[in-house]
């Protein structure tokens, strides 16, 4: 419906124009009454999701389909205002910390120092890698410019390691979470726990080769395999049961949204303001 603005300084002058009536019609919620601003926010969800449900159940190529790719583009907009809401919400939140010396104080400090290291890093290494250091020559190979060094320092040697940390900690959490639910007290935490042990046991050498590599792929006992009873399990048993849940979760799913289209759901729209 809307072609692509190819002038740089029009679409300057779009992206501002759209921040200020963003901010402008936010603000204007925020001014309402709560009254007011529970019925606004229910009409225009109840409108966006009313849109999608009408062009999806109607005939192809109807009066709705031409400004499908536009609303897409505007949910993602929005969608991106979002992600600014939450930046500034822990600029607040942290902000505030710092500013009344709360126990946890310095933890905001860090969280400050990587935002604004990694924010100014990235951007002066896409576009000012001039800005107080020397380019490396074109041609060059193996050699980087010094802010392009820096990101990846921070990126790779810094968010990377402490990411791979935290997760490397979560193996002690799922460790201790096994250990609790292989505790034998039902029938279906030993019918877990036997499960569990077989699939396990198939994926390491000590199953595959030692307790059932003896038996003869031409058996009839071969079934008895280990990596043969994991893969019945895991495609017989495991498979099926997955799409199962997954397909509960997403009929749940529907459901919320419906919940969501037709205001019944007040969290969002009377509960909170």
Not at 10 to 38: E, K, Q
Not at 173 to 184: C, N, V
């Amino acid at each position: 419906m809307f072609q692509p603005v190819q002038d740089g300084t029009i679409n300057w002058l779009f992206i501002g124009g759209t921040l200020v009536v963003g901010g402008g019609l936010l603000a204007l919620l925020h001014g309402f009454a709560p009254p007011v601003r529970r019925w606004v926010i229910a009409i225009l969800t109840f409108l966006a999701g009313l849109y999608f449900a009408l062009e999806f159940f109607m005939p192809r190529h109807n009066v709705l389909t031409p400004w499908r790719d536009s609303v897409a583009d505007l949910l993602q907009v929005l969608a991106a205002f979002t992600f600014g809401l939450g930046v500034l919400n822990q600029f607040l939140i942290h902000g505030r910390n710092i500013l009344h010396r709360t126990p946890n104080w310095p933890f905001s400090v860090a969280f400050f120092s990587g935002f604004l290291l990694m924010l100014g890093t990235g951007l002066l290494q896409h576009y000012a890698p001039h800005f107080l250091a020397a380019v490396p020559p074109q041609g060059a190979i193996g050699v980087l410019g010094f802010w392009e060094a820096a990101y990846r320092v921070l990126f790779e040697g810094a968010l990377q390691a402490l990411s791979a940390t935290v997760f490397a900690l979560l193996a002690f959490f799922i460790a201790s979470a096994a250990y609790r639910a292989f505790r034998i007290r039902t029938l279906e935490a030993g019918l877990l726990m036997v499960t569990a042990t077989i699939v396990m046991l198939a994926n390491v050498p000590i199953g595959q080769q030692w307790l059932t590599g003896w038996i003869p792929e031409e058996s009839p006992w071969a079934w008895l395999r280990l990596e043969k009873l994991a893969h019945w399990l895991q495609t017989q048993i495991n498979a099926p049961t997955m799409r199962a849940i997954l397909f509960g979760l997403w009929v749940g799913a529907l459901g919320m949204a419906l919940r969501i289209i037709l205001g019944l759901e007040r969290s969002f729209t009377i509960g909170r303001q």
